[in-house]
């Protein structure tokens, strides 16, 4: 199943469940966009958490199998896949 | 611990070593170019008019009188400025709403902070450009001022952007705050983690507004051609990232704007926001003529980016051997006149160095009447860490443990989660934790004189990645340039040629690094982050690389041979079944015109697996009981570094962060007066530590090689100013029996506190 870590502030959309999972069929990968709407189905709001304007939050970085992905929403995702929306590192 | 190898760590002919660096002689001699060096014939001087309120409405603003003054050729006001929509972007450091860029170099109906810009002009000399900013006449009207994150937060406290509501991530609060900004991480069941503890701490910590420090000011210098075009001149960390800030303020395409870095005199975050160069642009563009400006010591301190202000409220839990069993964090950070996210740094710092297997971790931005603050060496680490190590410390002396056995007990490693779940990839903490253990300064006797006293503690920082670009030219002698977009703060450009020496068998001496600007090197991101040496050496690696791959097939038309039979090993090409003599870069460059023309390689990268960095600091102190004065005695950093491509930089690193972590430990911050103003303005009482208050500081560097660089590198330049705060902190403490939670534990604040220990009158102090 892939899994969605779902941010802390946006438990209460899910009735307080930290992820949330969805089985995908062997071979298939789908944008982490199309799998937050198959989601978001069962979760009103959850999508809306997570974008502005129609896009990923600028700011937050997107985490697949604890590496980070550049592509946001396009990202394609598997059935093994674990997903975490994170602030990215920056510096000084 | 098991060693780890890196498969070319210890087999380097260049790297490590100590050549001098190539623009040595420049900086020494006072010839190298930095941003007030810039001059043209018909030079015109900026000036900024500055609010002289913390927070006030603009009712009224006429420049005519200051445009009627002779020598005067341009005036520009934030009715100049295009209107920028409501939209929020990645700036590269967080994210930002770019409506709010344009108010900040310009004030349209509202001053925010003391220092925010009004109006700006240009005249034939800098005298004549104050003359006329004075007769610029402004109605304001003074509204009430906070300056506090907690205050701030408060029901009714003043707000600054009215309609502002609270973003979390992407929602929007329904009620206007000045909470610009809330990030919140879950794990595991808190109350059960604390229902395990033995010990509890429940402390709540304090840290002032600092500033970077750098000592050249902010300078920038514009040239606006009638065809649209404009270059700038900047001190700048990153000149692309500068490009694309006044390039969004102005409404410009990219390719109208060429910037080019001068040499920088420090930076350390501040100078990656744009101040001065769209004012530049646009006197430039309504003079006809260059216009240069340079801020005062006192523009730096009031209207730049300082390092924010912060509230800490933290619990850890411990069982009696020292095992964390949770920690709740709640912190404020100061996000000054605009909205910002640096708190949600915070919020990935505060915990990560250690297991905690049931944290709750809400950190808030908030908006205040003071500058907007920026990045400052491993921003908003210091600020978080300050707290956590306190209590660390606390802990290992209710238990009766040694310091740093309860971070070795406590510490990640690989494979640990951190509070927002993800996973540390290969790092060196218990190794520097390890060596700071068995380092001399540990090892010997702790001073035990009266009010003296032994403490440690650690900090890090996760370094970043971003974006690169670096060509290797290959000189028809065989030797070679290196130019890269990675503007130069701290020894970097000696690096990048190290690396490429290595990579092509040739000696730092017979590589030219180059930092190009915005039209002669692919797009490079700013110089922070501690990425450079990782990610634009990662850059310089695969140009050279590539060049060699260019080479192969000359070498083979040379030899005649199949390009497979050709390898480049061991600092020459080789013949596979050696039927050749091998073939240095130096010999074959003479033959390229012959063999297909000149060899350049390219490379642009975004590497990912970063190295996060960690430090261990030791500190002796004596604390004068009746001055309050803080004396070292002794200090040892121990820091992971990676592969320490140029030693003595790398020490250079260290040292450096140590300092400014004294400075920001012991005597640094923004004084205000009752209605906002900093009042401490200058260097004199800006107190940062000089060369007669820094101690001599060991620096032990422990090299943990990053699997994800070629060379194993690891960023080193942010890490080390975040212990000296707890360390010092934990120091008095531990030589006097009093833990001042506020920072800056200052003579005045230790005075008191030992007062208030010792229940004795002390004269009045702030």
């Not at chain 2, 238990?399 to 951190?418: F, M, W």
């Amino acid at each position: 199943m892939a899994t969605v870590h779902v941010p802390a502030l946006l438990r209460h959309l899910t009735g307080g469940a930290e992820s949330l999972h969805l089985t995908l069929p062997a071979g298939e990968r789908i944008t982490l966009r199309a799998l937050l709407e198959r989601l978001s189905a069962d979760h009103p709001g959850l999508m809306d958490g997570l974008l502005y304007q129609g896009d990923l939050m600028p700011g937050i970085a997107v985490i697949v199998d604890n590496d980070q992905s550049l592509m946001g929403l396009l990202t394609k995702v598997e059935d093994s896949s674990e997903i975490r929306f994170v602030p990215p590192i920056v510096g000084g | 611990m098991e060693p780890f190898s890196h498969p070319n760590h210890g087999k380097y002919k260049v790297i490590g070593t100590r050549p001098i660096r190539h623009d040595g002689e420049d900086k020494v001699t006072g010839r190298a170019l930095y941003g007030a060096d810039v001059s043209f014939p018909d030079l015109l001087h900026g000036f900024v008019l500055r609010s002289p309120h913390a927070h006030a409405r603009i009712r009224k603003l006429d420049t005519s009188k200051a445009e009627a003054l002779p020598g005067v050729f341009a005036v520009t006001t934030a009715v100049d400025l295009p209107r920028l929509d409501d939209k929020i972007v990645s700036s590269g450091e967080g994210m930002e709403n770019q409506k709010y860029l344009s108010d900040h170099i310009l004030a349209s109906d509202k001053a925010l902070f003391i220092g925010h810009p009004i109006a700006a002009v240009a005249a034939t000399d800098p005298w004549i450009a104050q003359e006329a900013v004075a007769l610029i006449e402004v109605e304001y009207e003074v509204l009430d001022q906070v300056t506090d994150p907690d205050k701030a937060m408060a029901d009714g406290a003043p707000l600054l952007h009215e309609k502002m509501t609270t973003t979390i991530l992407g929602q929007k609060e329904a009620k206007p705050s000045n909470i610009c900004n809330h990030t919140r991480f879950e794990c595991g069941d808190l109350e059960a983690g604390f229902a395990e503890a033995d010990l509890v701490f429940d402390r709540e910590f304090r840290t002032r507004t600092v500033h970077q420090g750098y000592v050249e000011p902010h300078t920038a210098t514009a040239l606006a051609r009638s065809d649209g075009q404009v270059t700038v001149w900047s001190s700048t960390q990153g000149p692309f990232r500068t490009r694309e800030q006044v390039a969004a303020v102005l409404k410009r395409d990219l390719s109208k704007i060429r910037v080019i870095p001068m040499e920088i005199g420090g930076g350390f975050g501040g100078k990656i926001p744009v101040y001065l160069e769209p004012l530049a642009v646009l006197l430039s563009e309504k003079s006809g003529r260059p216009v240069k400006l340079v801020m005062s010591r006192a523009d730096v301190f009031q209207a730049s980016g300082p390092a924010p202000a912060a509230v800490s409220k933290l619990k850890l839990g411990f069982k009696s051997d020292g095992t964390i069993t949770a920690g709740k964090v709640w912190m404020a950070y100061e996000a000054g006149a605009f909205p910002g996210t640096w708190g949600s740094t915070g919020a990935l710092c505060v915990l990560a160095p250690y297991r905690v297997p049931h944290a709750l971790v809400d950190v808030y931005d908030v908006l205040t009447n003071t500058p907007k603050v920026a990045a400052y060496r491993a921003p908003s680490s210091p600020q978080a860490l300050f707290g956590v190590e306190s209590i660390m410390d606390e802990a290992a002396q209710e238990l009766g443990l040694d310091p740093i056995d309860l971070r070795l007990k406590n510490g990640a490693v690989e494979g640990d989660s951190r509070v927002d779940g993800q996973k540390w990839s290969r790092i060196g903490f218990l190794e520097t934790l390890d060596a700071a253990k068995n380092s001399p300064h540990y090892k010997s006797p702790p001073p035990s004189g009266p009010n003296q006293a032994r403490a440690t503690s650690i900090g890090y920082w996760f370094n970043a990645g971003m974006q690169s670009s670096a060509t290797v030219g290959i000189n028809m002698d065989g030797t070679a340039s290196v130019v890269t977009g990675s503007v130069d703060i701290g020894g970097s450009r000696a690096s990048m040629a190290i690396m490429a020496a290595e990579t092509l068998g040739l000696s730092a001496e017979e590589v030219r690094p180059v930092v190009g600007d915005t039209e002669s090197i692919g797009h490079t991101d700013v110089t922070a982050g501690s990425r450079t040496t990782f990610a634009t050496g990662y850059a310089v690696y695969m140009a050279a690389t590539e060049a060699l791959e260019k080479m192969r097939p000359r070498v083979a038309k040379l030899w005649d041979c199949p390009v497979e039979e050709v390898n480049f090993e061991e600092g020459a090409f080789r013949h596979a079944k050696g039927k050749h003599d091998p073939m240095t870069v130096r010999e074959v460059a003479p033959k390229l015109p012959m063999t297909g023309g000149p060899v350049q390689g390219q490379s642009s990268v975004q590497p990912k697996q970063v190295g996060a960095s960690f430090a261990v600091d030791i500190a002796d102190i004596e604390v004068d009981p009746e001055t309050g004065k803080v004396t070292i005695l002794r200090y040892t950093v121990v820091q992971d570094v990676g592969t320490a491509i140029h030693p003595a930089y790398v020490e250079g690193q260290m040292i450096g962060g140590t300092v400014q972590g004294i400075g920001w430990a012991l005597n640094e911050e923004y004084v205000r007066d009752e209605e906002g103003r900093m009042i401490n303005t200058g260097f004199l009482d800006y107190r940062v530590p000089t060369a007669l208050d820094a101690p001599d500081i060991e620096t032990i560097m422990v090299e943990v090689p990053n699997p994800g660089h070629p060379y194993g590198v690891r960023g080193v330049g942010e890490t080390t100013v975040v212990p000296p705060l707890s360390t010092l902190h934990n120091a008095i403490a531990r030589a006097t029996g009093v833990r001042i939670r506020n920072l800056p534990m200052s003579p005045p604040r230790v005075q008191a506190a030992l007062a208030e220990q010792t229940a004795r009158p002390v004269p009045a102090s702030d």
